[in-house]
């Protein structure tokens, strides 16, 4: 065994992403109807318009438009998400960024699994939004103390899964054949199971308690609760969702449609109800499966998170119970104090860039200057929009809660515990925001320094 054996974290994501894809189609229809939905309206969008084909290709996007974006599981305990993060390291994923979902009366903490480095995210930037369920938020003592007990009996990996995850940690990585192998064992983990562990009426009371806490203690492992792909236009997708037989949820999430798209915008076809057999031979059914979309743009900084969350709060408020479209009309214009236009943004130190030489920069050897502004106005030098590649809490607990029927429950708020999170998972979560403000800073520096070098050739 050589190191030449191993293969990139990066593909074994890439197989993995798409195997499970696959299972997810197989195993909820619906998903395949959506998926067909998202390549219809990308298609027309993009012979709609050239300019954005054109970009597209030039960035090397179109080949990989109908890749899944994210997925999302939920947990029942520490061993197993600590056990999460080993295995999502095996595909280079990472947790970045802490989500406290309590404030919106789900009784989780979360993180985001996510390829980290340019040339990763490049590859596929395939990422599992993965959540810890709070016992300790549960009022009732004996529910809690049956889901500790029903939890403690499960083991949600195979025997392959951990002996291929300590091999990739003795051995540094996987060969191609057991990256194979990792992928078939991993994904059992994340299958579906029509059979409950439980009986009928403990699935009840956990249910009553709250449909979340139900989901994640009486199956055999945390089954994928979504997929995601990228659509070019969420607006037209959500609009035609009906017509193909889906359920939409009631509104977009995020910000609204801009000229500059900024964060994340989504939505949801609820989830659907399955049949359960329930131990005792009870039949019921369980609602948790449904399918996403998302639609990405520019991350922002500190300063323009800010503002972003101010006016949507603000939107929020003034759009409370309206439909789609009579809520989209009220954040395009609550967002209309958010400039729309990349240098704007960049100027106002509102988004994170990428800087670059242009083709005149690389072919230059004259400026003597080394101000990035001046560079840009030389024409040396652009700034290209960062993408933003992590979630939106108000978001999350969106799509969260249009699938649990609206289960939610203010006692569970105030308690982001982000230390708890951490002690469970077994490491610390990267900062998101902390990783686009390197990359920017990395990509002026590279810029600063070539300039200069052709300045000394
Ligand atoms: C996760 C919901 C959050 C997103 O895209 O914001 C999420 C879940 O329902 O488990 O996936
Ligand atoms: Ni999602």
């Known amino acids: 065994m050589t190191q030449e054996d191993l293969i990139s974290t990066n593909d ?16 909820v229809p619906q998903y ?3 998926l067909e939905l998202v390549e219809n309206v990308n298609q027309e969008t993009l012979s709609q318009q050239p300019e954005l084909q054109r970009r597209l290709e030039a960035q090397g996007e179109l080949t990989r438009l109908s890749v899944e974006r994210h997925g999302a599981i939920r947990v029942g305990t520490a061993a197993e998400l600590s056990m999460l993060r080993r295995l999502f390291a095996v595909m280079g994923m990472y947790p970045v960024g802490y989500y406290d979902l309590s404030e919106a009366g789900v009784p989780v903490h979360s993180t985001a699994f996510r390829p980290i480095d340019d040339e990763a995210l490049a590859r596929n930037p395939f990422r ?4 810890l369920l709070r016992l300790e938020l549960i009022e009732s003592e004996t529910l809690r103390q049956r889901s500790e007990e029903i939890l403690a009996k499960r083991d949600i990996f195979t025997p392959g899964a951990r002996q291929l995850i300590e091999r990739h940690e003795t051995q540094g990585g996987l060969t191609s054949e057991e990256a194979d192998q990792f992928v078939t064992e991993a994904l059992e983990t994340f299958r579906w199971h029509q059979d409950a ?6 699935y009840q009371a956990l249910h009553d308690e709250h449909r979340l806490i139900a989901d994640v ?3 055999r492992g945390p089954h994928i609760n979504h997929l995601t792909p990228r659509t070019l236009d969420i607006d037209e997708v959500q609009r035609r969702m009906p017509e193909v037989g889906m359920n939409p949820k009631a509104v977009i999430e995020g910000p609204p449609r801009r000229e500059c798209p900024i964060l994340l915008r989504q939505t949801s076809f609820k989830a659907l109800e399955e049949s359960i057999h329930f131990a005792g031979h009870a039949q019921g059914t369980h609602t948790a499966r449904f399918g996403e979309i998302e639609q990405r743009g520019v991350a922002l900084t500190p300063k323009g998170r800010a503002l972003y969350d101010e006016l949507l709060n603000e939107g929020r408020k003034q759009a409370a119970g309206l439909d789609n479209e009579a809520y989209q ?12 236009s990349d240098e704007e943004m960049r100027l106002e130190g509102l988004a994170y860039f990428h800087y670059h030489l242009t ?3 690389q072919a230059s050897r004259r400026s003597a200057s080394s101000d990035i502004e001046s560079l840009i106005e030389q024409g ?3 700034a290209k929009p960062i993408t933003y590649e992590d979630f939106l809490p108000v978001s999350a607990a969106g799509i969260f809660q249009s699938n649990l029927g609206g289960g939610q429950n203010e006692a569970y708020a105030g308690n982001a515990n982000r230390n708890a999170f951490e002690e469970a998972l077994g490491a610390q979560v990267t900062d998101e925001l902390s990783l686009y403000a390197e990359r920017e800073q990395a990509s002026k520096a590279s810029v600063l320094a070539s300039v200069k070098g052709e300045l000394l050739a």
């Open 128 to 131: 599992v939004f993965t959540s």
């Open 197 to 202: 562990t439980v009986d009928l009426d403990t």
């Open 380 to 382: 040396l030098v652009e």
């Open 12 to 27: 074994v994501r890439d197989r993995f992403s798409k195997a499970m894809s696959a299972m997810y189609q197989a195993e």
């Open 217 to 219: 203690v009486c199956f």
């Open 359 to 361: 083709e005149a920069g």
């Open 329 to 340: 009309a009220v954040m395009e214009k609550v967002f209309s104090s958010l400039p729309d």
């Open 32 to 34: 395949g109807t959506l």
